[in-house]
């Protein structure tokens, strides 16, 4: 089942307007969450990387003044556009990094948030 | 900039047949390396991870890492149309645990 979930799954929304978006790790705690983008017939880009409790740390080329990330606890991390338009309009995707019942330690994926920007 | 390339395809094979992907990486300090599998509108799937040179089987996938060349492929066995998807290579940035990705191999099965 699903370990990762997020929230929501999809959104439109007028230019101007901002979007949160919800990670959680469903039965494990996430030490670190990443946040992906990824543009039709493009691979998934990087955005930032965020640890609980710090500030999350971006990628080149990425405004965190616009993509607000908050890794309030261990199995949330939240991002915010804000102000959205139009070229922001993507499918992003969060991942978390931790220990899960098997022990063992791995990365795994949530199932995306489309966002279209009017 | 450190790249993953991926040819785009797409990639038609019969099913049944050996479906061979490949992928070369420019970071000579990538220490792990995966592959994913995309389905259209889907978020990446995890198929294999591999950290060591030579091959690793799993079910009818085995990949093969060759850090020296650093080259990576995938290879499925008896593939069947349910495979049919996007094939991601990714691998992890400055030793750490983001990934970067290749843009995908498109992989077509067809009955």
């Known amino acids: 089942g699903a370990v990762v979930s997020q929230h929501p799954s999809r959104v439109i929304c007028k230019s101007g307007t901002s979007v949160k978006i919800e990670c959680r790790s469903l039965?494990?705690?996430?030490?670190?969450m990443f946040w992906y983008r990824q543009f039709p017939k493009q691979s998934l880009m990087l955005m930032a990387t965020s640890n609980e409790g710090s500030k999350a740390t971006y990628e080149q080329g990425v405004e965190k003044d616009k993509f607000l990330i908050n890794h309030a606890s261990l199995t949330l991390s939240t991002l915010t556009v804000t102000s959205a338009h139009p070229e922001d309009s993507s499918f992003y995707i969060c991942?978390?990094?931790?220990?899960?019942?098997?022990?063992?330690?791995?990365?795994?994926f949530g199932p995306g948030t489309r966002l279209l920007v009017l | 900039q450190k790249e993953v390339e991926q040819n785009s395809g797409p990639l038609s094979v019969p099913e049944g047949a050996i479906a061979s992907l490949n992928c070369t990486y420019s970071?000579?300090?990538?220490?792990?390396f995966f592959w994913y599998r995309q389905y259209s509108g889907k978020s990446p799937e995890l198929i294999m991870s591999i950290y060591s040179n030579g091959d690793k089987e799993d079910g009818r996938f085995t990949a093969q890492l060759n850090k020296a060349s650093q080259y990576v492929s995938l290879l499925i066995r008896d593939s069947q149309p349910s495979d049919s998807a996007t094939y991601l290579c990714?691998?992890?940035?400055?030793?750490?645990?983001?990934?970067?990705f290749g843009k995908g191999t498109s992989l077509l099965v067809t009955p």
């Open positions: 991942s978390a990094r931790g220990v899960r019942l098997t022990r063992q330690e791995t990365q795994y």
């Open positions: 970071d000579r300090g990538s220490q792990s």
């Open positions: 039965d494990f705690q996430a030490t670190t």
């Open positions: 990714a691998v992890n940035i400055n030793s750490g645990y983001a990934l970067n």
